[in-house]
């Protein structure tokens, strides 16, 4: 099993540049996270998904978006992108107990 | 609002020695604790947890502590290896432990082991 497996590991993009951030899991988990980590901070979540079809909101939203097509994908979409958004993105998936986290990808928005 | 504190960014060990890592919360509805370890270009890993109807939690080296009225808990570790030279994380939920609610992190500690 490879867990949780996110794509790309490292991404520059330019400001007003748009992407999207993949985040797939292989553990048939329902809920699933995605969580910002600012340098000296702790992880923030951005918006989290309790099942197929339903998302909801985080503690730091804005400037992102996401879906929730399948069970094992939750891509999170940043349409503008802003320097402020510059940090190490972990997509995470908890079954009953603990979370499981990704590798994380780290963006830099230049 | 910070719900969940670690207030010492960095702490450093000898090896074999314990180290003693501090989580305070603010949040009286947390009901569930973690600690997890993070290292350099990894995704934090879990380390262990503890139900808020426990004081006490043990796995191998590593111990954590709550103390529900002081809303304080503790990861001890003993003794310390160079490999648990980390970044560790404290972490609450309020729900059913930890699975199926929003995970709430502090800041986290780094820990360096010296051999």
């Known amino acids: 099993n490879a867990g949780v497996t996110q794509t790309p590991k490292f991404r520059i993009l330019k400001i007003g540049q748009s992407m999207t951030l993949q985040c797939t899991q292989d553990m048939n988990h329902n809920y699933m996270y995605w969580y910002r980590q600012d340098p000296g901070m702790g992880l923030k979540l951005i918006y989290y998904s309790v099942g197929a079809g339903i998302t909801d909101k985080g503690e730091v939203p804005n400037g992102y978006n996401v879906s929730r097509s399948t069970t094992e994908d939750f891509p999170l979409r940043l349409e503008l992108a802003a320097p402020s958004q510059t940090s190490v993105y972990f997509c995470?998936?908890?079954?009953?107990?603990?979370?499981?986290f990704g590798q994380g990808t780290r963006l830099t928005v230049v | 609002d910070q719900q969940v504190k670690q207030n010492s960014p960095s702490l450093s060990v000898q090896e074999g020695r314990i180290s003693i890592l501090n989580c305070d919360y603010t949040?009286?509805?947390?009901?569930?604790f973690l600690w997890y370890k993070k290292y350099p270009a990894e995704g934090p890993t879990f380390l262990i947890s503890?139900?808020?109807?426990?004081d006490k939690n043990e796995d191998g080296r590593f111990t954590v502590f709550l103390n529900k009225s002081a809303k304080h808990l503790s990861l001890h570790i003993v003794p310390s290896q160079p490999g648990d030279s980390a970044v560790y994380f404290c972490a609450a939920s309020g729900g059913t432990q930890g699975g199926s609610e929003k995970l709430v992190f502090g800041k986290g500690t780094k820990l360096t082991v010296n051999p």
């Open positions: 503890i139900s808020s109807i426990k």
């Open positions: 995470a998936t908890t079954g009953n107990t603990e979370a499981f």
């Open positions: 949040n009286s509805m947390f009901d569930y």
